[in-house]
């Protein structure tokens, strides 16, 4: 390619991209208030933990990625709390020494967790 003397050629340069960490952190935020339904947040959790490691490994958008893996990884700790508080509590009213017959176990399930009571009455 022949230029003027006094003037380089126009070369493009390639636009930064930030896919991977920008898709981390959004699927973080995401899985926050997910987690604290019975941790159904650690699934987009491990998802944007994925995207978080492969932004970085990419090394494109390290910053976002470092953030994005913050984010799903505290999204995940919750969840799996969530998680194991609710099987914890669930588990309690399983047990048949405790608990012998179905109205009991019942019972049980409306004590331990009030948002699911088959009679709003009571």
Same mark, same amino acid.
């Given at each position: *390619? #022949?230029? *003027?003397?006094g003037?380089?050629?126009?070369? /493009?340069?390639? +636009?930064?991209?930030? =896919?991977?960490? #920008?898709?981390?952190?959004?699927? =973080?935020?995401? +899985?926050?208030?997910? @987690?604290?339904?019975?941790?159904?947040? +650690?699934?987009? $959790?491990?998802?944007?933990?994925? *995207?978080?490691? $492969?932004g970085?490994?990419?090394?494109r958008?390290?910053?976002? @990625?470092v953030?994005?893996?913050?984010?799903? #990884? *505290? /999204?995940?700790?919750? @969840?799996?709390?969530?998680?194991t508080?609710?099987?914890?509590? +669930? $588990?309690?009213?399983?047990?048949? #020494?405790?608990?012998?017959?179905?109205?009991? &176990? &019942?019972?049980?399930?409306?004590?331990?967790?009030?948002?699911? &009571?088959?009679?709003?009455? @009571?």
């Amino acid at each position: *390619m #022949t230029t *003027m003397p006094g003037y380089r050629p126009h070369v /493009a340069v390639p +636009a930064k991209q930030q =896919g991977m960490g #920008t898709a981390s952190i959004i699927l =973080g935020v995401v +899985a926050v208030p997910l @987690a604290l339904l019975v941790g159904l947040g +650690a699934v987009p $959790a491990v998802v944007g933990l994925a *995207m978080g490691i $492969a932004g970085v490994t990419r090394q494109r958008d390290r910053g976002r @990625a470092v953030f994005g893996i913050v984010v799903c #990884t *505290m /999204a995940l700790v919750l @969840a799996l709390g969530v998680l194991t508080w609710f099987l914890s509590r +669930a $588990a309690k009213c399983g047990d048949l #020494t405790r608990y012998p017959d179905s109205t009991a &176990r &019942r019972q049980c399930v409306e004590q331990e967790f009030p948002f699911a &009571r088959t009679n709003p009455d @009571a």
